[in-house]
Every structure is written in structure tokens, then in C-alpha cells.
């Protein structure tokens, strides 16, 4: 943040919401699983920078390598409903998206930020209300040019242009373009049997009575490799 003795941010209203429908990146990994998709998870968690921060939206990468100017080159090629991946290599000994950025990016109609790496001015950005997901804060500005040190050695974080990604408060998860439209579909259906039983056993049916726990159990003795998920498949039940 430029100016320390600005007043505070009180636009988050503003923010673009989370698409109507899209399932959490729980039901997305489970359903990636179930239908052996490529889903995939960044290398080290990536979390929001508020509780309750929430984004979906078609992938647009963008390497850091110049700072801001990076970035907004990443916000020209970006599309409204886009999220922006910043890829700083993951380091964490400086930040690279701060309010200004944020702001930028929000303006643009961007749905959200993920940031290899870290941000600053969390309050600030809480306040703005544009979901960003980082590998955590940090107060210092990016050190470009000779004097920087190097990235540490992580593996790379997956994803191309285009992909969809989803954020929430258990994390970051990037589906491929390709098997978006199964994998949502089949995560929705996966919600919609949760919330199922979840009424049903807060009615006093049980899981275990809803999941034919006995019927499980009595296979697994004549077949000791029988999988659970195999038994949920067939009893059309969720639990993950």
C-alpha cells in the first residue's frame, strides 16, 4: 500500500460473486477421483486472505517477472469472470499483490487472484472484498533485478489458460478445460446426495444406516478387497 494514512477501504460490495451453482472444491476433488480426472492441487496450500472468500472462473496465467507491469499485462489479456494466477515460483520472502493491485483487477471485472506466492496489505484487501488465495502475507515489496534472491525449489504450479479454477476457504483446485463440464456435474451431484443425508441424520437416521454400513460389512468378509467407494457407487451415497 502507497499510503499508510489513506482512509479504509469500504467497497467490497463491489466484488464479483461466486458463480451461481458452483460446487466447493471438495465435491470437485471427489468427483475428479471418481471419474479419474486430472484435478489437481497447487503444491502447497494456498489459503484466502479473509475467512469467507470464495472464487470460480477460467484460468489466466500470468508469469512474475516484472513486477506490476507483469500483472497488468496478465489484466489486459484477462476476460470479466476470469481468475488471474500470478506466478511468483512460490516465494515467500516477498509479496506481489497488494490492495492497488486488487483493485486494478476488480475494476477489470476479474472474479479473483491466485498468487503463487504471497500477498500484503491483507486488511486493505479484506476491505476491497476481490478474492485472493496466497501461500500467506508478507510486508516486502517485490526485489526485482540482480539483487534477488533465488525461487525456492518447488515444483511448478499446474494449470493453463483456460482451465477452470475454484477457491474457497479449504483451498485452491484447477480443473482442466476439457473435463470441466463432468466433473462439475457429477460434483453437484455428489453435494446434492451430502445434503441428503446430512438432513437424514439429523432426523436420527444414521450414516451408517443410510450407507448400508451391515451390507458393506458383510461383503469385506467374503471380499477383503472391496472398496468403500465401490459400495458408496453402488448405494448412490456420498461420504468423503
Not at 500470468?62 to 500470478?86: K, M, N, Y
Not at 488465495?133 to 510486508?139: E, I, K, N, T
Not at 480443473?175 to 438432513?199: F, K, L, M, N, T
Request: aromatic residues 4%; negative net charge; proline residues 10%.
Amino acid at each position: 500500500m502507497e499510503n499508510s494514512d489513506a482512509p479504509p477501504l469500504t467497497a467490497a460490495a463491489a466484488a464479483p460473486p461466486r458463480p451461481a451453482g458452483t460446487p466447493p472444491t471438495t465435491a470437485l476433488w471427489d468427483a475428479g477421483i471418481r471419474l479419474g480426472a486430472a484435478v489437481t492441487l497447487p503444491p502447497l496450500p494456498l489459503a484466502p486472505v479473509a475467512a469467507g472468500m470464495r472464487c470460480a472462473g477460467p484460468l489466466r496465467r500470468v508469469q512474475h517477472t516484472e513486477g506490476v507491469v507483469s500483472i497488468f499485462t496478465g489484466i489486459d489479456a484477462a476476460a470479466p469472470g476470469d481468475i488471474l494466477l500470478v506466478d511468483n515460483s512460490g516465494r515467500t520472502d516477498e509479496a506481489c499483490v497488494g490492495d492497488l493491485v486488487a483493485i486494478e483487477a476488480r475494476q477489470a471485472g476479474l472474479a479473483g487472484i491466485v498468487v503463487w506466492g504471497c500477498h500484503r496489505d491483507s486488511d486493505e484487501l479484506a476491505a476491497i472484498g476481490l478474492p485472493v488465495f496466497s501461500l500467506g502475507p508478507c510486508p516486502a515489496s517485490p526485489r526485482l533485478g540482480p539483487g534477488r534472491g533465488p525461487a525456492p525449489a518447488l515444483p511448478p504450479l499446474t494449470g493453463r489458460d483456460g482451465d477452470s479454477v475454484t477457491a474457497d476457504s479449504d483451498g485452491v483446485l484447477i480443473v482442466p478445460a476439457a473435463a470441466h463440464a463432468e466433473v462439475a456435474a457429477v460434483a453437484g451431484q455428489i453435494v446434492r446426495a451430502e445434503r441428503a443425508q446430512a438432513e437424514r441424520a439429523l432426523e436420527g437416521v444414521s450414516l451408517r444406516e443410510q450407507l448400508g454400513w451391515d451390507r458393506f460389512l458383510e461383503r469385506r468378509r467374503t471380499d477383503p478387497g472391496y472398496a468403500f467407494r465401490s459400495h458408496l457407487a453402488q448405494v448412490d451415497g456420498a461420504l468423503e
